[in-house]
């Protein structure tokens, strides 16, 4: 079956439909410059997409949102990998609704190529809060990165990272440069912030001030530590119903002179466990566990 053509002319979700319905096998391949994608349908279903480093449901809605490129589609050819279960219908109307979305997320980000760069307004004195996933976002927002490459490295879709990212232009609080400014080092080269969780996890809410924001705006991961031992140090102590006490709040100002000596991350995992100890000293394991619970996505 011979079936080649534009993608400006026929987007993924028809050209899929069109070989769907005859219960073809086979695989559509699609280039859009120098990115190359792949879709494999097994007698009408699709069963496997990858496209740059996404597979399975994340690379269909990725191609879906291609405008432009071109595409063909090679008969009997099938996958080794099944990384798509959800029927054609469901998965291409969630493409579609995406699709409808990004329309209006692209109006403040014109493309995943994009660069964020986290920034502090004059004037602000009242507290920034971020949710965990903004806050996943944000840390790796250096003026530096694209949206793709934060994607990769927050080990999320590009999609759920402009969603995220397009709150935060609302407010003021990031600008997107088109591209990468001339000179700037490629993402990898400056130093790297830490990996704070997969996607799907949850870390504390933080909030900071005025100070602290601009700081963690230029990228300052002694910042980005501190902030998180803070973070840590308020969680043990409603854990423990022991709002300013004296040992935790002693384990927590050793943890930020560590800290101050060049430490990483691995500052705040000690933390959170010399804090789980003390919890359990002054309410018991149950609260003990609750809340390593909590701080698990950062051990």
């Known amino acids: 079956m011979a079936f080649q053509g534009s993608l400006k002319e026929l987007p993924l979700a028809d050209i899929v439909q069109l070989v769907a319905v005859s219960g073809k096998t086979g695989m559509f391949s699609l280039t859009r410059g120098a990115e190359r994608g792949v879709v494999y349908i097994q007698n009408g279903q699709i069963t496997h997409a990858k496209v740059g480093d996404l597979e399975g449901e994340d690379a269909i809605y990725a191609l879906a949102l291609w405008s432009q490129g071109e595409f063909q589609f090679s008969a009997g050819i099938e996958s080794e990998s099944r990384t798509i279960t959800r029927s054609n219908t469901n998965l291409l109307m969630e493409a579609a609704r995406r699709s409808d979305e990004w329309k209006i997320l692209s109006k403040k980000i014109p493309t995943t190529d994009s660069v964020p760069l986290l920034v502090c307004r004059d004037g602000m004195s009242?507290?920034?809060?971020?949710?965990?996933?903004?806050?996943?976002?944000?840390?790796?927002?250096?003026?530096?990165?694209?949206?793709?490459?934060?994607?990769?490295?927050?080990?999320?879709?590009?999609?759920?990272?402009?969603?995220?990212?397009?709150?935060?232009?609302?407010?003021?609080?990031?600008?997107?440069?088109?591209?990468?400014?001339?000179?700037?080092?490629?993402?990898?080269?400056?130093?790297?912030?830490?990996?704070?969780?997969?996607?799907?996890?949850?870390?504390?809410?933080?909030?900071?001030?005025?100070?602290?924001?601009?700081?963690?705006?230029?990228?300052?991961?002694?910042?980005?530590?501190?902030?998180?031992?803070?973070?840590?140090?308020?969680?043990?102590?409603?854990?423990?119903?022991?709002?300013?006490?004296?040992?935790?709040?002693?384990?927590?100002?050793?943890?930020?002179?560590?800290?101050?000596?060049?430490?990483?991350?691995?500052?705040?995992?000690?933390?959170?466990?010399?804090?789980?100890?003390s919890v359990a000293g002054l309410r018991g394991r149950e609260a003990a566990l609750v809340f390593r619970d909590k701080m698990s996505p950062l051990l």
């Open 126 to 277: 009242e507290p920034v809060t971020f949710t965990p996933q903004e806050w996943l976002v944000v840390t790796k927002a250096d003026g530096v990165r694209s949206i793709d490459e934060i994607a990769k490295g927050a080990r999320m879709s590009a999609f759920d990272v402009a969603k995220t990212l397009y709150g935060l232009v609302t407010q003021d609080l990031v600008e997107i440069q088109r591209a990468r400014p001339a000179g700037m080092k490629q993402a990898g080269s400056s130093p790297s912030i830490p990996a704070l969780t997969a996607a799907n996890q949850s870390i504390p809410t933080v909030s900071t001030h005025s100070g602290v924001f601009n700081a963690v705006s230029k990228g300052d991961e002694k910042r980005s530590l501190q902030i998180l031992c803070t973070k840590v140090k308020q969680e043990a102590e409603t854990a423990a119903l022991a709002p300013g006490d004296p040992n935790i709040d002693r384990l927590y100002r050793l943890a930020l002179q560590e800290i101050d000596r060049g430490r990483g991350l691995e500052v705040v995992r000690e933390l959170i466990k010399t804090l789980e100890q």
